[in-house]
Every structure is written in C-alpha cells, then in structure tokens.
C-alpha cells in the first residue's frame, strides 16, 4: 500500500485579494476573551500590478482563512484588517467580528430590573451583519449604560457577572460558556496516534479537587449579600457582583463551581491541523497506557500554526463532559 501524501493548502481573502501561499498564519481564539486574533505574513516582496501588496489592503478589509490538506478546506478564520505592518515580510493583524463591537456605542439607556438578554439585544441593535446569541435567563439588577461602547459593557458582564461574550463567525455568544451541548461526534486525540509529544496536560480525579466559590452581591443599602457553594478543606474562590438578589447570585455562584471543580485531565496537547476543532467543540481524549483515563472534554481555547510546512493546533482542555 503506498503511503497517504499530505500536502498543505490554504485560502486566505483580504479584501479583493486572494492568496494560495502565504508565510505564516497564526490563529488564537478562546470564549476566555471577546475577540480573537489571526496574525498574517506575506511572501517577501510580494507585488502585484507594479505596487506592492500593502497598497491594495487597508484596515477594515474584510478578511476569510481556509486551511487544510489536499485542496480539503475548513474554514478557520472571519473577520476584519485590524492593522497593517508594511515591513518585510508584509505582516497583516486581523480581529474576528469583535472588531464591530470597539467602537460602536449604543444610547444611553438605564436599566432598573436588567435581563441580560434585553442588555445585549440594546449595546449590539445597530451594529451591521453581527448576529446574537444568548444563554441563560441572568437579572442582573440594575445597569446604566452611559458613553460606553458595546466591548466595555461586554466587559463589564464578564468581570462583575462571570458572563462570556465571544463571536462565531458573525454571531455574537453571550451567556454561560459551559450551557451550550458538546458536540455529538467529538474528536479524537490519542496520546500514542496523534498528540504530539511535549503536552501539558495534568491528570487529577475530581473527588481530590475541592473548591468553595464565596459570591458577595454588594447591595445599594452598603449591606452585602453571601452566597457559599462548593466544599469546604479546599481553595475558596471569592467573587463580587453588583446589587443582585439572593437566587440570581446563587445561580451565578454555581456557574462559577463549575470552571473550578473538574477532574480529568487539564492543561493543552498539540497535535496535527487535523483533526479541526475549535472553542466550544467536544474532544475525547484515549492514552491506551492508561485506558481508565478516557474522557470527553470541552475546548477552551485553539491556536492554529500554518506554513508551507508545518500545520499544527494546540488545544486547550476545559470541562470534563463525559
């Protein structure tokens, strides 16, 4: 039987630009942060029609990467020219859908009984060709929204309310990052087949990872509200929200257990550009030398590494699923 070749191949559109070789692409993207990145290098002294390439892209340009093996593609990257470095080899910063969201600033609005999928529906109504998806029906008491953008009220939900905010391709994910369904039929990365040697992946059993999330809401009257959830004889985590009432503070003091209390494995593998697999995707992970350690994981984050050479994705491992 002849060998499997695998040969690298890649889309990436820069506005009216199309390019089937490049230097280097590197993609980071993670519900940990709103916005993800996807850095690009140019063939040196790349030219086109007399002018060099850097004349023909500016910021704002809309940007698409497809990569894969043998002409089969996925797509890895949407979003927008951030910033353009004009040295040798050209190099082209780019933000996902995010890049809608810094500068756009909704009107100012107060409100007295916030619902957080009323709050997102208002700071994003306006912007064009951005999507919405909210998770978990979360009061928030209440909120001014006063001479912000859409990313700093974002920010906020995610520093005082422990909400994430994130994009997928044009739609906007606000919500808890673990309410969503692990994908069905998950990935597989074999220690002895397709995990690259050198990960940083730790093993520990959940009955031995013991947490207390301690969720203070500090009310208008300068009282403050203590909610306890977890076990005692471990780590406490301390988390403070704004003037909230004592079930919605419960509730979001669970969502909180859940990003501490894990057993399995944790920490990140790298392994080839397939198989593709992205934040939120489900992936079982099997080590044959140690078959009782299979598990299903969620991904919290990937970054994609892609040259003429070399296409690899490291993984970044998050709650166990199953």
């Not at 909704?106 to 994003?124: E, I, W």
């Not at 790298?270 to 079982?284: I, L, R």
């Not at 099997?286 to 598990?295: L, N």
Request: contains cysteine; positive net charge; proline residues 3%.
């Amino acid at each position: 039987m002849k060998p499997i070749l695998y040969k690298l191949t890649c889309v990436v559109v820069i506005g009216n630009l199309e390019f089937k070789e490049i230097g280097r692409v590197l993609i980071k993207s993670t519900w940990k942060q709103l916005t993800d990145t996807c850095d690009i290098k140019l063939p040196k002294n790349l030219r086109l029609k007399g002018k060099a390439v850097s004349e023909y892209i500016k910021r704002g340009d809309k940007v698409v990467v497809k990569l894969g093996y043998n002409g089969n593609l996925n797509t890895e990257f949407e979003g927008f020219v951030r910033e353009v470095e004009t040295d040798v080899p050209l190099r082209v910063h780019c933000e996902d859908f995010a890049f809608k969201t810094k500068y756009y600033r909704p009107k100012n609005k107060l409100f007295t009984n916030a619902k957080l999928g009323d709050v997102v529906s208002h700071v994003v109504d306006g912007i064009e060709g951005v999507k919405l998806n909210v998770t978990g029906d979360v009061g928030l008491g209440k909120l001014l929204i006063e001479d912000a953008t859409t990313v700093k009220v974002l920010e906020v939900l995610r520093q005082n309310y422990g909400l994430a905010s994130f994009f997928k391709s044009d739609t906007l994910h606000v919500g808890f990052p673990y309410k969503s369904k692990p994908t069905a039929n998950a990935c597989v990365y074999d220690f002895q087949n397709n995990v690259i040697p050198g990960h940083s992946l730790k093993y520990r059993k959940s009955e031995n990872v013991k947490v207390k999330i301690k969720a203070i809401a500090n009310l208008d009257s300068g009282k403050k509200l203590t909610v306890e959830v977890g076990e005692d004889g471990g780590s406490i985590v301390t988390r403070n929200f704004p003037h909230i009432g004592k079930g919605e503070l419960e509730k979001l003091a669970k969502e909180e257990l859940k990003k501490y209390k894990v057993g399995g494995f944790s920490g990140s593998l790298t392994g080839w550009g397939e198989p593709f697999v992205s934040h939120g995707d489900s992936v079982v992970l099997t080590d044959s030398e140690h078959p009782d350690r299979k598990g299903k994981y969620l991904v919290d984050a990937t970054e994609v590494s892609f040259t003429n050479t070399v296409f690899r994705r490291k993984v970044s491992i998050g709650q166990k699923v199953g």
